[in-house]
Nanobody
């Protein structure tokens, strides 16, 4: 059974940075595409960035691509999302997801983490 567990969330102030981690357990991690999604209060869950098995990035939300960066460490079975210059409207639950890249790009995934709260105060 594959499992994804997020960590690194919390309360920050506007302009701060944060790094989210997603640790994966199970086989075939290196073969997967992985991604970060977020769901703000009252809004639908939306993709942020994805990373393919060979490390290529796919931007799912263009507006944050200059401030957010996804990367993976296959030796640690972990992906990360570096969040810079966070703004209050980016308060959301952030989810890690895994599966085929084509599936992730369409907003779906084979496996989801439980999500982690990021709150940005003004």
């Amino acid at each position: 059974q594959v499992r994804l567990v997020e960590s690194g969330g919390g309360l920050v102030q506007a302009g701060d940075s944060l790094r989210l981690s997603c640790a994966a357990s199970g086989r075939n991690f290196r073969e997967w595409a992985l991604a970060w999604f977020r769901q703000a209060p009252g809004k639908e869950r939306a993709g942020i960035q994805a990373i393919s098995a060979n490390g290529g990035r796919k931007y799912l939300e263009d507006s944050v691509k200059d401030r957010f960066t996804i990367y993976r460490d296959n030796a640690k079975n972990t992906i990360y999302l570096q969040l810079n210059d966070l703004q209050p409207e980016e308060t959301a639950i952030y989810y890690c997801a895994g599966g085929r890249l084509s599936t992730i790009v369409s907003g779906r995934a084979d496996v989801w983490g439980q999500g982690i709260q990021v709150t940005v105060s003004s």
